[in-house]
T-cell receptor, first 110, second 113 residues
């Protein structure tokens, strides 16, 4: 499959809890990105981590990258109902093509 | 325009008809991508244009699908002899020469009846 693997496929948490989503891939990357999608339409870029970086923060988001394990994780701290969406990782490969994972559907219960 | 624009937003077509989907990328963006997303699924890569290089067509599912990008700007995705399994949301994205984040349009929801 051209897609990476993401887990879990679906996650339901209570508002205020942290949400962790994982992404694995098979080939080498130039960078790895996380996107959010509401209502099955356009995606919005959240954060990018380069292959020589291990961790990156942006507001309530924390992304880690382990190139030896070919995996990344996205942590959303202190979740809010408005964080309910689908989250996708996307890897940029050596040809700069952008390949997306299968996504995690996050539900944050008020 | 300020963002990536796709048209139409929704398209209902009869099986066997041809359809054209249009994407206007952000001005100055050299990279343009097309993806397909079936209900509740991930994004399936279709085709990638980068500047004047030959496009990467490795994701096109069959020879009924084709895409072109005129003048390095507007792109059209054409699906010939549509089938019911072509029903999906078709998403277009563009990015700049630094090839960092991609900006997405709102997609075209194609329904083949």
């Amino acid at each position: 499959s051209q897609q990476g693997e993401e887990d879990p496929q679906a996650l339901s948490i209570q508002e205020g809890e942290n949400a962790t989503m994982n992404c694995s891939y098979k080939t080498s990357i130039n960078n790895l990105q996380w996107y959010r999608q509401n209502s099955g339409r356009g995606l919005v870029h959240l954060i990018l981590i380069r292959s020589n970086e291990r961790e990156k923060h942006s507001g309530r988001l924390r992304v880690t990258l382990d190139t030896s394990k070919k995996s990344s994780s996205l942590l959303i701290t202190a979740s809010r109902a408005a964080d309910t969406a689908s989250y996708f990782c996307a890897r940029r490969d050596s040809s700069y093509k952008l390949i997306f994972g299968s996504g995690t559907r996050l539900l944050v219960r008020p | 325009g300020a963002g990536v624009s796709q048209s139409p937003s929704n398209k209902v077509t009869e099986k066997g008809k041809d359809v054209e989907l249009r994407c206007d990328p952000i001005s100055g963006h050299t990279a343009l991508y097309w993806y397909r997303q079936s209900l509740g699924q991930g994004l399936e890569f279709l085709i990638y244009f980068q500047g004047n290089s030959a496009p990467d067509k490795s994701g096109l599912p069959s020879d009924r699908f084709s895409a072109e990008r005129t003048g390095g700007s507007v792109s059209t995705l054409t699906i010939q002899r549509t089938q019911q399994e072509d029903s999906a949301v078709y998403l277009c994205a563009s990015s700049d020469a630094r090839r960092t984040e991609a900006f997405f349009g709102q997609g075209t929801r194609l329904t083949v009846v």
